[in-house]
């Protein structure tokens, strides 16, 4: 968990303070706002009393100008945060300099949702302290995965290139299945808790 605190190397000698995460600003990373979206529905609907989660910039160093929109200045990391600000694991930003890929600013907005739904999963799991999202049917944790994957343990299988899905490994007997695309899990909840959430969202709209 990131507590945004900066040690020093010894009396006299602080390392140079870089400036404070904050709030990513809106417009600036549009793919990742977007898949952070989609994934908020599914957090909406399974947590129907926990606020929507929210991006964060934690540049690394002071720059003299700011990048394009879409794209982070050299150090820069977005994170999938709780609507106060904590997070934890990895940057959704994050690239890796072999392959040149950077989900933020690549076309496939399938890997960046895939990506941006690890990560919630992580922060809400570490900070909630609970599993999420869970299964309806077996009530164990879920995964984002590629459609169609057989073997949690592998995320690059060959024949499993579909969109991103909330995955379950299944029972003892290893009856693994796609509950739901990530964003569309409402529709695998059972009747009464659709229906919970169905007045729920009625309630807010009357309230607006």
Do not use: K
């Not at 599914?42 to 910039?57: E, N, R, V, W």
């Not at 997070?87 to 072999?98: F, I, K, L, T, Y």
């Not at 799991?125 to 995964?143: D, I, K, N, S, Y």
């Amino acid at each position: 968990m990131n507590h945004f605190s900066y040690r020093t190397v010894g009396p006299g000698h602080d390392w140079p303070h870089p400036p404070e995460p904050r709030r990513a600003e809106p417009g600036r990373w549009p793919e990742l706002e977007a898949a952070l979206a989609v994934v908020n529905r599914d957090l909406a609907a399974t947590l129907p009393d926990q606020a929507a989660l929210i991006l964060m910039h934690a540049p690394l160093r002071e720059r003299p100008r700011e990048p394009p929109p879409g794209r982070s200045a050299e150090g820069d990391q977005i994170y999938v945060a709780m609507p106060d600000g904590r997070w934890h694991g990895n940057p959704v930003n994050a690239s890796d300099p072999e392959e040149d890929d950077d989900p933020q600013e690549t076309d496939d907005a399938m890997t960046v949702l895939a990506v941006v739904a690890e990560a919630a999963q992580e922060t809400v799991m570490e900070l909630l302290w609970q599993v999420w999202p869970v299964c309806p049917a077996h009530r164990t944790g879920m995964h984002p995965r590629p459609a169609g994957t057989t073997d949690g343990r592998d995320r690059s299988e060959p024949d499993s290139a579909g969109p991103p899905v909330w995955w379950c490994g299944g029972a003892r007997d290893g009856t693994c299945h796609d509950v739901s695309p990530v964003g569309e899990l409402h529709a695998a909840l059972p009747g009464r808790q659709r229906r919970a959430l169905r007045r729920r969202e009625r309630r807010q709209d009357g309230h607006r």
